[in-house]
């Protein structure tokens, strides 16, 4: 069974930093592709980040709301995804979720982690 | 500030059929596959349908999806109660300056 855990959220001053992680079990990690989605409060679903595996290139890409502020990369040995997010802004206050990128879009998701930037 | 727009909210009587649309543009749904998640409040986004028309394995046979052009839909025929959650189109986007993936801005399904 496919399994996502996020952890790492929390309460962070605007200008703070935050890493966050994700644990994933039931595949093989290292084959797949693996996104960060968040979800402001009231709003809806945005992208923001995707690592490509190793085999097809292992590069990140970003949206723009986040390009230079937030690092995304994997550990395939310890099956774990992270973000790190620097230079936080109010905007970045959200449920943050890690999921698969599959053939045919995002098919596994975790029950997602939430950060408040707050002074 | 998502580029494809989709009704903040249909509803329908239990049994009855809704549909949601996702209307984009060239760069996006006129040039890539759409995806529908569903999303209960609290839990994990769940994907529904995935290239335009595709259930993944243990989706409801009344869940069903479309794309024609720029826009794509999303029908629930015989609107059960569970099915009371917010529906989000996806799919890729070919413009640099908006995002890889992008989202609907999504609808509350609400079953009276």
New interface residues.
């Given amino acids: 069974e496919v399994q ?1 855990m996020e952890s790492g959220g929390g309460l962070v001053k605007p200008g703070g930093s935050l890493r966050l992680s994700c644990a994933a079990s039931g595949f093989t990690f290292s084959n797949v592709w693996m ?1 960060w ?1 968040r979800q402001a409060p009231g709003k ?4 923001v980040a ?1 690592f490509k595996s190793k085999a097809d290139g292992g590069t990140a ?1 970003y ?2 709301s986040v390009q230079d502020r937030f690092i995304i990369s994997r550990d395939d040995s310890k099956n774990t995804l992270y973000l790190d997010m620097n230079s936080l802004e109010t905007e970045d206050t959200a449920v943050y ?1 890690c ?1 698969t990128v ?1 053939a ?9 982690t939430p950060v408040t930037v707050s002074s | 500030q ?1 580029v494809l727009t989709q009704p903040p909210s249909v509803s329908g009587a239990p049994g009855q059929r809704v549909t949601i649309s996702c209307t984009g543009s060239s760069t996006n749904i006129g040039s890539y ?1 759409v ?1 529908w ?1 569903q ?1 209960l409040p609290g ?5 529904l349908i ?2 335009n028309i ?1 259930r ?1 394995s243990g989706v409801p046979d009344r869940f069903s999806g479309s794309k024609s052009g720029t826009s794509a839909s999303l029908a629930i025929t015989g609107l059960q109660p569970e099915d009371e959650a ?1 529906y ?1 189109c ?1 799919t890729y986007d070919s413009n640099l ?10 609808t509350k399904v609400t079953v009276l």
Avoid: I
């Fill in positions: 996502l996104t989605v809806g679903l945005e992208w995707r890409d949206a723009a979720y999921a599959g045919a879009g995002f098919d596994y998701w975790g029950q997602g | 998502s596959d995806h998640y999303h839990s994990a986004p769940k994907l995935y290239d595709h993944p917010d989000y996806q300056s908006v995002s890889l993936y992008v989202f609907g801005t999504g």
